[in-house]
């Protein structure tokens, strides 16, 4: 975990999150993913909580990351996307690194296709929200602020 006064929260998105803005708009609104980063970024000063963020369509990468935060975070939020459904690895990951970790998700996943309702990581996640499009990271940063401090008194 980082010596840094303030808290470190990593926001790790998965694959095709790139295309936020185009990709279709009716399921995933109209922000592009540095409208989410921007939004994170304020939200994150105003808790006082430094933000890393990240987006990889390689689920090497996210993993890699996963294992940068044990040394360098003290929680995550992440929108996995498509390997929510897929990755074993990313959720062993998310184990291993024994942090809060928050899953969020833009669209509602049990109103979408029924493979969408399985996720390897909601069972390492503290939190889940999705259906909020982009202020599900709010909520997640926010939920994760106020874990860390509770944790600090």
């Known amino acids: 975990m980082s010596n840094?006064?303030?808290?470190?929260?990593?926001?790790?998105?998965g694959p095709n999150l790139n295309l936020l803005g185009t990709r279709e708009p009716t399921i995933y609104g109209a922000e592009t993913l540095a409208?989410?980063?921007?939004?994170c970024r304020r939200v994150g000063d105003a808790l006082g909580v430094d933000i890393r963020f990240h987006q990889s369509n390689a689920e090497h990468q996210i993993i890699d990351w996963i294992h940068q935060t044990r040394a360098e975070a003290h929680g995550i939020v992440i929108n996995p996307a498509a390997y929510t459904h897929t990755?074993?690895?990313?959720?062993?990951a998310l184990r291993a690194c024994d942090?809060?970790?928050?899953?969020?998700h833009l669209s509602n996943v049990h109103q979408r296709e029924a493979f969408r309702h399985h996720s390897y990581v909601s069972a390492v996640a503290r939190c889940v929200i999705c259906g909020a499009g982009s202020d599900g990271y709010e909520y997640g940063l926010r939920y994760l602020a106020k874990l860390l401090g509770d944790a600090t008194e």
């Open 4 to 13: 840094r006064t303030r808290p470190s929260v990593w926001v790790l998105n």
């Open 35 to 39: 409208d989410i980063e921007a939004k």
């Open 87 to 92: 990755s074993v690895a990313i959720g062993d």
């Open 99 to 104: 942090l809060p970790v928050v899953e969020v």
